[in-house]
């Protein structure tokens, strides 16, 4: 039986008889905490909070925040949380649901944390920034559910969190298709894995006469425009798959297959790209028990 | 006489309090200087033994590349979809 309830702007799917509530008070803490779209959260008053000033933050908060700067490093600030300037100035300045779309002036991107993490969750701002989790803190929640099903002793389990899937025991997974409603492109059958889907199709708006998307180059604060409308990652963790297929839709190919080749190696990876070639490739064997395109 | 044993007295007097001042002085506690610390920022640049670590840190990842089809990455040319399955993953 399937639990299903919203969070975090995305229907949560949970298939488990156990820790239901656990992991809905999981997500609506992720919400409160760190939505960019409230004014009356924990992110709103890092948002705010003055510069070179010791701030005393949730410990999930702290967490989230060092894992974003881990992956920040990781991929050379290609993708980090401080990009939520950026975000509104490419008119993406409300959930996407309320979005009517407002142009604004683009902005700079960072090449290094304005942040520093002073430990025992303090944290202190040298630069201002706007922060924006993204699809990263579904994938955090993601994980952190299926943390806490695993240590319920749960061994069959679903944590689909808007098309961020976290899996324990094996599922097969479709992937939905790009550009056509209600169809899949790909199945495959995966195990203890978690997957998770990018893409320029749902998130995407016209201003003017060019179509805007969600996708910031982090180091420039800029729009990423590389070919790719869709990604999705077969990887360990759900950040992990999240943070690989962003890379797959805001580098060229070649410069995300390197990165991701270097850094991110554990993974398997369907790029579906504008020419209607999908791409697959990474630790296949590994990582995928069985996969099928569609002809 | 008289004159110059009180100018005695008072030059002995002296030199005791100069002698006393002296050792007063040499065990009265050392004024520490301060220093400031700065905490680390993750702004500094990396110094030479963190860019080494972080070399060896990522030569000691479990490098999966032989794992990584060796043919590399397969392409398919597609147009066509299939039926939904019951658990996806979409873009969200």
Redesign the interface.
Known sequence: MMYTFRAMNSTIHLDSEKGQEDIQRLFRTMEQCASRFRMDNELAYINRAALYRPIYISKLMYDLLACAIDVAKKTDFVIHPFVGKAMCALGYDRSFSEKSGVSKQETEGFTQSPVELLGERWIIKTKPFQLDFGGFGKGFAADKAKHILQQQGVSKAMVNAGGDVSLIGRYTVGIAHPLQVNRDIAIIEVEHMSVATSGVGHRSWIEGESMRHHFVDGRTGRMAENGALQATVVAKTTVEAEVIAKLFCILSYNEAIHLVRAKFPHCAFFVYRRNEQLYVGGDVHNYLHHWTVAA | MKKSIKWGVIGITVASFGVFATVVQQNAPQKKETKSYR?P???DPLTEKEKQDRENW?ES?????G???VN?????????????????????
Do not use: K, Y
Request: hydrophobic share 35%.
């Open positions: 905490l920022s993750l702004a990522v990842l479990d490098w999966q590349e794992n990584w089809d590399g990455t397969q392409v398919f040319q597609t147009n066509g979809s299939m039926s939904p399955a019951n658990n996806r993953t979409q873009v969200s």
